[in-house]
Structures are given as C-alpha cells and as structure tokens.
C-alpha cells in the first residue's frame, strides 16, 4: 500500500463516485481468476486492489468521523501497521 496513492483515489472518490472504484476493483477481482496471468501481474493488480480498498476506507472515515483526509489517511495507514506487526 502507498499512501500518495490512497489519497490520490480518496480524492477521486470525493470528486466523482465511490461506484467508479468500486467497479473497478470488481473488474480487476475477475482478472485474477484468468489461469493465463503472470505472478507479477497478480502481484501489480494486488497491490492497485489494496490501494483502492484503503481509499475506500480512508473516505468511509471522512465521511462517518468527519475528520480530514489527512487525518483519516493517518489512522488508516496506522491501523495496517498495526495489523501487520502483531
């Protein structure tokens, strides 16, 4: 996960439509099920999954907590950390 990037699709979000994300990741979801698929693209179609999902979660915050995309993006990158060491 990169965080300029998370920000770059929560602010595409705000901007636009959650759905265009939500779209794509469905079409992306169904890719990874092609047996032809390299590792390598899995891994780059992975790693554009798990930054969609964190915009995702990062604009769930600024709109339930009311906090800013700053802070939001934060807690978010914090929580994974989080999961990641324990």
Request: proline residues 1%; negative net charge.
């Amino acid at each position: 996960m990169r965080l300029p990037v998370i920000k770059h699709l929560s602010t595409f979000i705000e901007e636009n439509d959650e759905d265009f994300l939500n779209e794509t990741i469905e079409t992306l979801e169904n890719l990874t099920e092609l047996s032809s698929m390299k590792d390598e693209e899995l891994d780059v179609i992975g790693e554009l999954l798990s930054n969609m999902y964190g915009a995702i979660e990062v604009n769930k915050m600024i709109r339930e907590e009311g906090v800013s995309q700053k802070e939001a993006a934060n807690k978010f990158m914090k929580r994974v950390t989080g999961s990641i060491d324990t």
